[in-house]
């Protein structure tokens, strides 16, 4: 057989399509040879598919695992039927392709996929645990990364969890680097979050002291987080389903004036006009969160003559890797955080 360096030989249905979009994949964790087998150690479900499943089995764990393994048994991915999203792995490196000789890779690496989970071939043995608090599933199991697949080695200065946390989230903040510039306005709506907070001091770092950056949330612990540690100049708490509430609180906090761009890191549905509506025109959109509507934004911004550029959160940029790991390197305070929420 021919091998598809994207793997379209693994697709089984429908057929012609890449594996993201494909409703089912080959599984079998016999790999060609331009591909490299990982023994998983843990999942970390997508924000949006994982409050997802959680409300699904309303918050019941053993129900949250059986309808993960139904998902990978029906699909030969991990990715959740509604959100349509995925998430990441962590795990060693079993076998190498020998066409992927020449990699800088051994077995027995320990690396984390920096590619969707939805298009991940994964077969799981057993759920060993769900840490509901942090959307990770740590399990026995085994997955496949095609030649395309982009990863990043696990660094000998933290723990995995930790950067597995960081890693997971890697294009927001490389994505922010690339957008903000100094004396910029930025609204992060869903800031308490792991992506909300790597974005906020991406862009903290980059207005510089002309520029104001507004983070929203929901919990007052989360608004003391970000004001304490410099994570934002203001922070405005509101509802993201209450577009018009939340851009007045917006605004107010940005000296009455719209947004040059917004970031949308929220996990929940129907976040869309919230994010449009605060941002000047020519103003930038930036939906991070796999749980928008691209339908709802496009129109919505339509239907009240909004022409802001909207960007598709991408979950890769060349380097965001390295941008996000040294985030905390260089900020304590944020890498505390995470190691206390997140580890």
């Known amino acids: 057989m021919k091998l598809c360096k994207y793997g379209t030989n693994r697709v089984l249905e429908p057929q012609g399509v890449l594996p993201q979009a494909a409703q089912k994949i080959d599984n ?62 962590i795990g060693k490196i079993a076998k190498i392709g ?72 890697a294009g927001a903040p490389a994505q922010t680097a690339k957008m903000v510039k100094p004396g910029d306005s930025v609204l992060v709506l869903g800031a308490g979050g792991k992506s909300g907070m790597l974005c906020c001091y991406e862009a903290m770092r980059r207005v510089g002291p002309t520029g104001n950056v507004v983070a929203m949330c929901r919990s007052d612990a989360d608004r003391d987080k970000l004001l ?8 405005i708490q509101s509802d993201v389903t209450r577009p018009i509430e939340l851009m007045d609180k917006a605004l107010a906090a940005n000296g009455g004036h719209e947004f040059d761009i917004s970031i949308n890191c929220v996990n929940v549905p129907n976040s869309e006009m919230a994010s449009i509506m605060p941002v000047r025109d020519g103003g930038t959109v930036y939906f991070f969160s796999m749980a928008v509507s691209f339908t709802k934004a496009a129109l919505g911004a339509e239907g009240i003559g909004k022409d802001v550029n909207m960007v598709i959160g991408n979950g890769y940029s060349r380097g965001h890797a390295e941008i996000t790991l040294a985030q905390l390197r260089e900020s304590a305070e944020l890498r505390k955080i995470f190691e206390e929420r997140y580890v």
């Open 98 to 169: 020998k066409d992927l000789a020449y990699r800088n890779l051994a077995v027995g690496d320990k690396i984390a996929t920096l590619v969707s989970l939805s298009l991940t071939p994964l077969k799981i043995e057993k759920i060993n645990a769900i840490q509901m608090n942090i959307d990770r599933v740590d399990v026995t199991a085994q997955a496949i990364l095609f030649e395309t697949g982009i990863y990043a080695k696990l660094p000998e200065d933290m723990t995995q969890e930790l950067a597995l946390a960081a890693l997971d989230v």
């Open 228 to 235: 304490d540690n410099g994570l934002a100049h203001a922070v």
């Open 28 to 89: 079998n964790m016999e790999i060609y040879d331009n591909e490299i087998l990982i023994d998983v150690i843990s999942l970390n479900i997508d924000s949006a598919s994982f409050t997802q499943l959680k409300g699904e089995a309303e918050g019941d764990e053993t129900k949250i695992g059986a309808k993960i393994m139904e998902i990978v048994a029906e699909r030969g991915k991990m990715q959740n039927p509604v959100t349509g999203s995925g998430g990441m792995l």
